[in-house]
């Protein structure tokens, strides 16, 4: 039987600051044991550490050092940088692990710890369990002695490394002059470095949400509240509105007009895009079960298939991996291109999008809607007890429910892995129909949640 992960989640651990599992203790025991877990020969190992803007960072950071350095790794740290920058300095600076704490798009109240290998690739299920048994013995016999501790240094060029690199990404000969952007950093790890990089690219750039206080990261701005950016798009008479979260590996767009971009398009645009630039590999893309049906058409009618997973990018990055493809991605915004990044970057998916701007010279309002999305409605359903989706009134009517979306539209039903929730996604050609299901299902669930009649009875 496989064991189940307790404090790993899809992307990483993430918590409440300051309460389990998001406390100084647990990151000083994941710092000693993936240390340890890490150490490889006898050359002094590093860890990469890097974090968002969030108040518990002071916290979380110090307490990861001590783990690390007690284990005898030498720790590098770069202060506010986003995910993707953490995972490419790994590789760079030949780490044998990096870190990055960050609750992503939550807001300051969480925190989080994700861990990338020495390839600059999320840690396997399989090593974050290993991880975690480690973390549950007694690993003083195993700590470096006093002779062998690490030692800690800053960074100080860090951003400017992650500058070039995201530069580095945008075809050479091509410029952003005349283009107006507006970048939202979400007051998060890009606030710096993601407005740079558009300027010295030679865009007249609008920076909202650069401001961090420790308490502002997600709050009403970024990728998770497109609204903002659309007005600031009107406002400003931008071409293209860019909205990152708080770890900037995500991203949502929004065009001339201020009308939202999301994952799907970019990802349908990207690829389509490097499809007939030849460079687009694994005939198709990956994207995760949530991806709208109308990508899937869009992409066959261009001779492309759309490869789906489970929903999470590390789940997208490892189909890529094993089957061959460079381009994947979701509809939430997480954009992974691995001819340049082990890991989604929100900024280096919005230079894929300029660069098609620029090279066909047209507004973002005619470039950037590739497709017309199914009707599509997600409702999540909190449940009290039970095991509402074994209940043989809800298995019947789930199937009678696929029945009638057959051949225009799919159902999509999971159960959260953290929370007891129940999450109903239908879409198909009629919005009504789809309303219907998806009511119909949601009010069903509440019905026979701890009901006696449910489970295998």
């Known amino acids: 039987m496989t064991q189940k992960r307790r404090l790993f989640g899809t992307d990483g651990i993430r918590g409440t600051a300051n309460a389990l599992p998001m406390t100084a203790e647990i990151a000083l025991k994941l ?271 261009q001779g492309l298939a759309l490869h789906r997973t489970a929903v999470g990018d590390r789940y997208v990055m490892e189909r890529m991996r094993a089957d061959g493809f460079n381009v994947g991605g979701e509809q939430s915004g997480h954009m992974i291109m691995s001819d340049y990044a082990t890991t989604g970057d929100g900024l280096l998916a919005a230079l894929q999008v300029l660069a098609v701007l620029v090279e066909a010279g047209k507004p973002a309002s005619e470039v950037c809607k590739v497709f017309t999305p199914l009707p599509q409605l997600l409702r999540s359903v909190r449940f009290d007890g039970g095991a509402p989706l074994e209940h043989p009134r809800m298995k019947a009517a789930i199937a009678e429910a696929e029945r009638s979306l057959a051949g225009t539209g799919r159902l999509l039903i999971r159960k959260s892995g953290t929370e007891p929730v129940i999450r109903v996604m239908a879409e198909g050609a009629d919005s009504d129909l789809v309303a219907g299901v998806v009511d119909g299902l949601c009010a069903l669930i509440n019905e026979v949640a701890g009901d006696s009649g449910n489970g295998s009875h």
């Open 31 to 301: 710092g000693q044991a993936a240390g340890l877990r890490f150490t490889r020969g006898a050359h002094r190992h590093r860890v990469v550490i890097g974090k968002d803007t969030r108040l518990s960072g002071y916290m979380i950071e110090p307490a990861l050092v001590a783990g690390f350095i007690g284990a005898g790794m030498d720790v590098v740290l770069v202060g506010p940088l986003p995910t993707p920058a953490i995972a490419m300095l790994t590789r760079s600076l030949r780490a044998d692990l990096g870190v990055m704490i960050s609750a992503s798009h939550n807001s300051f109240e969480d925190n989080g710890i994700k861990l990338f290998g020495p390839d600059g690739y999320k840690l396997s299920d399989e090593t974050e369990i290993e991880i975690e048994a480690m973390m549950d013995r007694d690993l003083g016999p195993q700590l470096a002695r006093p002779a062998r501790l690490g030692r800690a240094s800053r960074m100080e060029d860090a951003g400017g490394r992650y500058i070039e690199f995201a530069k580095n990404t945008f075809p050479r000969g091509l410029r952003l002059d005349g283009l107006k952007i507006v970048i939202d950093c979400a007051h998060g790890a890009a606030y710096k470095v993601a407005p740079t990089v558009l300027w010295e690219l030679g865009a007249d750039v609008v920076r909202v949400g650069v401001a961090p206080d420790g308490f502002n990261i997600n709050r009403d701005c970024g990728s998770t509240v497109p609204k903002f950016i659309a007005g600031e798009v009107r406002k400003n008479g931008a071409d293209l509105g860019i909205a990152l979260d708080g770890d900037a590996d995500r991203l949502i767009l929004c065009d001339n007009f201020g009308n939202i971009i999301d994952g799907d398009q970019v990802l349908g645009l990207i690829a389509t895009s490097w499809a007939k630039a030849g460079r687009l590999t694994g005939g198709g893309v990956v994207a995760t079960v949530m991806s709208n049906l109308g990508l899937e058409h869009y992409l066959q009618s």
